[in-house]
């Protein structure tokens, strides 16, 4: 089993919409969560962090935490073709400099 | 210059070149990490240096060389390379003393490496 999952896509979604993006995690005690984006040939971009259960906003993007059951999610509203990108997740469970990343899911926002 | 540098940016070089990826952080972070990233693959890990000290090499094979001489600068030398080696390679940097809040992992924007 792997540490992060992720849908590898496409995820299509029109211009507008919300994308909700989903990742589960194996490892109960994980602490943190991020979401990265990626766009094609670039490296990762930081766009959020997640700590504690619950939602977290900012602007566009909120980030859902459930540890209960081991997952973490991003949704963003309005989606814009700029979106359009590789999102990657990723856990630090309680090790410091131990962070697992899924393969990521390709979303696509269509004009 | 600001986050975390790469150079240089993309890189061509034979199986039998000698060759050295550099990485600089400016956050003030003490973990350093090396990734490649083959296309449509996920990040895999290479090596992680905390305070200058490697804590993990996940079986790199040893034509990949990693030196970290101090908490802000990591190298990756690399000698008799393969084309499946061929890669984006990712310098990463975080704060390893921090469980939980403030630990975030900041990329640099990568070496782009072709072996012929």
């Known amino acids: 089993q792997k540490e992060v999952e992720q849908n590898s896509g496409p995820l299509s979604v029109p211009e507008g919409a919300i994308a909700s993006l989903n990742c589960t995690y194996s490892?109960?005690?994980?602490?943190?969560f991020f979401w990265y984006r990626q766009y094609s040939g670039k490296s990762p971009e930081l766009i959020m962090f997640?700590?504690?259960?619950g939602d977290k906003e900012d602007g566009r993007f909120t980030a859902q935490l459930n540890k209960a059951s081991q997952y973490v999610s991003l949704l963003i509203r309005d989606s814009q073709p700029s979106d359009s990108a590789t999102y990657l997740c990723?856990?630090?469970?309680?090790?410091?400099?131990?962070?697992?990343f899924g393969s990521g899911t390709k979303l696509n926002v269509k004009p | 210059e600001t986050g975390v540098t790469q150079t240089p940016r993309h890189l061509v070089m034979g199986m039998t070149n000698k060759k050295s990826l550099k990485c600089e952080q400016h956050?003030?972070?003490?973990?350093m990490y090396w990734y490649k990233q083959s296309a449509k693959k996920p990040l895999e890990l290479m090596f992680v240096?905390?305070?200058?000290?490697?804590?993990e090499n996940n079986s790199v094979p040893s034509r990949f060389s990693p030196e970290c001489p101090n908490s802000s600068h990591l190298f990756l030398h690399l000698h008799t390379l393969q084309p499946e080696d061929s890669a984006l390679y990712l310098c990463?940097?975080?704060?390893?003393?921090?469980?939980?809040?403030?630990?975030?992992?900041?990329f640099g924007p990568g070496t782009r490496l072709t072996v012929l």
């Open positions: 990463a940097s975080s704060q390893d003393d921090l469980a939980g809040e403030g630990n975030e992992q900041f």
């Open positions: 490892d109960r005690g994980s602490q943190s």
């Open positions: 997640i700590y504690s259960n």
């Open positions: 990723a856990v630090n469970p309680n090790n410091f400099n131990k962070f697992y």
């Open positions: 956050l003030g972070h003490n973990a």
């Open positions: 240096y905390s305070l200058e000290e490697r804590v």
